[in-house]
């Protein structure tokens, strides 16, 4: 059974960095197609997709936040995170972690995340 | 960036009746070399993670019940709930996973009329 779970602080100020961990279970990202990609999402609007990596250290990320963004993974601790620089309010809302099979296939529960000072 | 563009963005259904949400891709979505269409469903309700639904367009992921299926090909797709069930309500997402990014439709939300 695979499970995800985000981790971080739920507020950050302004201009601050924002470290998310997404701790995962029932899969190993150093096997072969594997993937964990991060979302974000308002209330009342679509999942945003944020970056992925990928079993081989493949990473992608979203090109309006690609030089604030940073995304890495320990295989040995089952972990991947997300850094997000310069934090506005703006970047509030449900950031979530999520396994990529095919498409993604299993979610963590979400993380809300305020920003303000 | 692939634009996914989703109808209706709301409707209203009767239990036991058919609802189809389609969706348009703003470029094909269909690798040729590997024969396979990169875009899944998401079935989201309040407070919850979206849930995957069908993925490669047709294939449903485990555990889903068979009312739901997906179909459709290159830029044009629809999800189709053969008899609609109480706990089908909630919003509807399209994906593609084409290319980075992976895009969403903008989301249909699903009631009970």
């Known amino acids: 059974q695979i499970t995800l779970k985000e981790s971080g602080p739920t507020l950050v100020k302004p201009t601050q960095t924002l470290t998310l961990t997404c701790s995962f279970s029932?899969?190993?990202?150093?096997?072969?197609?594997?993937?964990v990609g991060w979302f974000r999402q308002s209330p009342g609007k679509a999942p945003e997709w944020l970056a992925l990596?990928?079993?081989?250290?493949?990473?992608r990320y979203s090109r309006s936040l690609e030089n604030r963004l940073t995304i890495t993974k320990d295989t040995s601790k089952n972990e991947v995170v997300v850094t997000m620089t310069n934090m506005d309010p703006k970047d509030a809302g449900t950031y979530y972690c999520?396994?990529?099979?095919?498409?993604?296939?299993?979610w963590g529960q979400g993380l809300v995340v305020t920003v303000s000072s | 960036d692939i634009v996914m563009n989703q109808s209706p963005d709301s409707l209203a259904v009767s239990l036991g009746e058919r609802a189809t949400i389609t969706c348009k891709s703003s470029?094909?979505?269909?690798?040729?070399?590997?024969?396979?269409?990169?875009i899944g469903w998401y079935h989201q309700k309040p407070g919850q993670p979206p849930k995957l639904l069908i993925y490669?367009?047709?294939t449903r992921e485990s555990g889903v019940p068979d009312r739901f299926s997906g179909s459709g090909s290159e830029t044009h797709f629809t999800l189709t709930i053969s008899s609609l069930h109480p706990e089908d309500v909630g919003v509807y997402y399209c994906?593609?996973?084409?290319?980075?990014?992976?895009?969403f439709g903008q989301g249909t939300r699903l009631e009970i009329k």
């Open positions: 994906q593609q996973y084409y290319t980075t990014p992976h895009t």
């Open positions: 490669w367009a047709s």
């Open positions: 999520a396994h990529k099979r095919d498409a993604y296939s299993m």
């Open positions: 029932g899969f190993s990202l150093s096997s072969h197609a594997m993937g």
């Open positions: 990596i990928y079993w081989n250290d493949d990473k």
């Open positions: 470029q094909t979505l269909l690798y040729t070399l590997k024969n396979q269409t990169y």
